[in-house]
């Protein structure tokens, strides 16, 4: 095949209705159009890693690749500094920078909000435009575009797991011929946790099983179904073919189930049928392992890093828990911490015989706001503290840190699983 460069997009954020720009500024490096894979994306030659989000590379209806790379920066972190995105592409040993407009752009009736953000960047004739949705759990997300208020589906579409984090992105990038540009456009974002009041605390009820098909050279006679050992009803979402690399292609089948069935330990079996094959594969999947609470651990920063430093670190110990999902958050002063401050390392089977984990985690916090007094705390969920969260604060005051269970209570009808 013949080699075919990437054509590159250093995106900038949409500003707000009122002309500003958001508080945080997210830089999107687009590169798309290329072949063969891969391409390597850095931020002002590898001198910019924090912040950083990788999208995994997607195959367009044409065969040629596309991927991204985003960076999100406090306001107060750019101050005028330049920024741009490294692309180097294997296929044709060429490295090509493309640096960022310093300003936002104006885009319309659009925008930022809580959910996702629009970008738009000049390609000659047409008009890029990326919506990228990110930090939300589960998988499952949909993403469409308006214009004027009109359904515009003609838009290339990727998601994936934000690595170490426990949470998922996607993006979806929409191109607009420039003879048809003028209009107000509009991006939707769908996700089965905008369906629950808005609270600062949300307690998941649905949980998803995948069944994935791969190694197909042609998916068209693909049947995939799921039934439960209780015969109830099922909630399945099965998802379009995607062709591979290697030029077979792959499709996932999800199905949605309760938290307290799984946890029940009932069976639930995915059946796949095709042409290929002389007779259906029988997957069945139950829950296999005990339960174990963790144990929670938070250290102050030490006096010889304060004393060193701006900056200081907080981190936080859990450990002795099965199976091996966790979730790991910090406040302070009672409110969420954005997650750019804090690195989560694991989890990590432990040594010995039983099948045991740990996690750690480290808070950047400022040693001026340590100094004042500022309360700092781990909040730790896991499958074994049922309806409960561990909650571990620390100060500067207080000399060792304060131990206390957050339970949440909710109503029969707030529990109940369709």
């Known amino acids: 095949a013949k080699s075919t460069p990437p054509s590159i997009f250093p995106l900038v954020p949409c500003c707000t209705q009122t002309g500003s720009a958001p508080p945080d500024t997210s830089l999107a490096c687009l590169v798309t159009g290329y072949l063969p894979s891969p391409v390597a994306i850095k931020w002002n030659s590898g001198k910019v890693t924090q912040g950083v989000k990788d999208f995994p590379e997607v195959t367009m209806s044409d065969g040629l690749h596309t991927r991204s790379s985003l960076l999100i920066l406090p306001d107060r972190s750019r101050q005028g500094d330049t920024y741009q995105c490294d692309v180097m592409h294997q296929g044709t040993a060429k490295t090509v920078s493309k640096t960022f407009p310093r300003e936002c752009k104006t885009c319309g009736g659009g925008g930022r909000d809580s959910q996702a953000e629009i970008f738009k960047g000049p390609n000659g004739v047409s008009l890029i435009l990326i919506c990228e949705a990110s930090g939300f759990y589960p998988e499952e997300i949909s993403i469409s575009w308006l214009k004027n208020n009109s359904p515009e589906l003609k838009s290339s579409y990727n998601n994936g797991p934000v690595s170490g984090s426990g949470t998922f992105s996607a993006y979806s990038i929409l191109k607009v011929e420039q003879s048809q540009g003028d209009g107000n456009y509009t991006c939707m974002v769908h996700h089965p946790a905008m369906e ?7 307690i998941v009820q649905n949980a998803t099983i995948s ?7 042609t998916p068209g006679s693909l049947e995939v179904s799921w039934s439960r050992g209780s015969g109830g009803l099922l909630a399945v979402v099965t998802r379009e073919p995607v062709l591979q690399e290697d030029g077979t292609y792959s499709v996932t089948s999800i199905l949605r189930v309760c938290v307290e069935e799984w946890q029940a330990g009932e069976e639930f079996t995915c059946t796949v049928t095709h042409q290929d094959i002389p007779s259906a594969i029988v997957k069945t999947i139950h829950k296999m392992v005990s339960l174990r609470a963790p144990s929670v651990y938070i250290s102050p920063p030490h006096a010889e890093e304060l004393s060193l430093r701006e900056s200081a670190t907080i981190t936080c110990l859990a450990s002795g828990f099965q199976p091996r999902e966790i979730l790991v958050t910090w406040t302070q002063q009672d409110r969420p911490v954005p ?6 390392i694991g989890p990590v089977r432990e040594a010995g015989k039983e099948e045991l984990y740990f996690i750690y985690s480290k808070l ?6 340590w100094e004042r007094g500022d309360t700092y705390a781990c909040v730790v ?38």
């Open 196 to 202: 629950e009041p808005k609270s600062d605390l949300y």
């Open 381 to 418: 969920g896991h499958e074994g503290l049922p309806m409960t969260f561990i909650h571990r604060s620390v100060d500067k005051s207080s000399g060792k840190p304060t131990a206390v269970n957050v339970s949440v209570i909710l109503s029969d009808t707030d529990v109940t699983c369709y």
């Open 364 to 369: 950047n916090v400022l040693a001026s706001e």
């Open 339 to 344: 997650q750019e401050t804090y690195t989560n």
């Open 211 to 217: 069944c994935l098909v791969s190694g197909m050279e």
